[in-house]
């Protein structure tokens, strides 16, 4: 769920040339992907902004020195295959557990995983310990940079004096492991999990099981309250 933005396809056809593990040269490179040396120098300098892939300096003899390419621990991770279909295998294998207990201790177990991922990426932000409605707001641009639609809005406290903000998750940020029988399993780890991210419970509200327009995710009460 997190590291870096979406890859653009030809940049990931790039990272594909680097999976065998031994560094290229623009050179190489080129005469891999078929493409002008320009093309190539281009796509480099985009995987290098994103970290997706390093490069060493190489020195012959007094001659300028050139670089090669390799793939950086992400960029591994991006570069591999799809693990689409092994997360809706080991998803439907938690769902199937007969013991509710343990399938429940995975499912927050989980949840609580990716929510200090979150977190600890918040922090890398200018205002990590901010209010609640910042909060929101720096997780919702990390959802949406991983292709998530997660907008903040606002409802009112319990005594109707304060706006409280709300995280609105427009579509299932996992659609294909969401069970068509309305199990509410993915419910409660998106809820568990936002809540780790954000350091402040928070609760599922709306959803789009029910008819919803949008799950939303809501405090019951202002940080001032609590």
């Not at 609640?132 to 997780?139: H, N, P």
């Amino acid at each position: 769920m997190l590291g870096p933005s979406s890859v653009r396809s030809v940049d990931r056809e790039l990272l594909l040339c680097l999976r065998s593990g031994e560094p290229k040269t623009i050179g190489e490179l080129t005469e891999m992907l078929g493409v002008t040396a320009t093309a190539v120098r281009q796509r480099v300098e985009r995987l290098l902004e994103t970290g997706l892939i390093d490069r060493e300096k190489v020195v012959a003899g007094r001659g300028r020195p050139t670089f090669r390419y390799l793939l950086t621990v992400a960029g591994y991770r991006r570069a591999g295959a799809d693990t689409t279909e092994l997360a809706e295998a080991m998803w439907q294998e938690i769902l199937n557990l007969p013991d509710g207990e343990v399938r429940e201790g995975l499912v927050s177990a989980i949840a609580k995983r990716m929510g200090r991922q979150y977190a600890m990426a918040m922090k890398t932000g200018e205002t990590p310990d901010g209010p609640l409605a910042m909060r929101m707001q720096q997780l919702s641009a990390m959802l949406q940079r991983r292709e998530i639609p997660a907008v903040v809005s606002s409802s009112h406290s319990r005594s109707g004096e304060a706006d409280l903000p709300v995280l609105d998750i427009e579509a299932c940020p996992y659609p294909s492991l969401t069970d068509a029988s309305g199990d509410r399993t993915m419910c409660r780890l998106e809820e568990k999990m936002l809540s780790e991210a954000l350091g402040k419970q928070v609760h599922l509200s709306s959803c789009r099981l029910d008819g919803d327009a949008c799950c939303q995710f809501s405090s019951n009460e202002s940080e001032s309250e609590t």
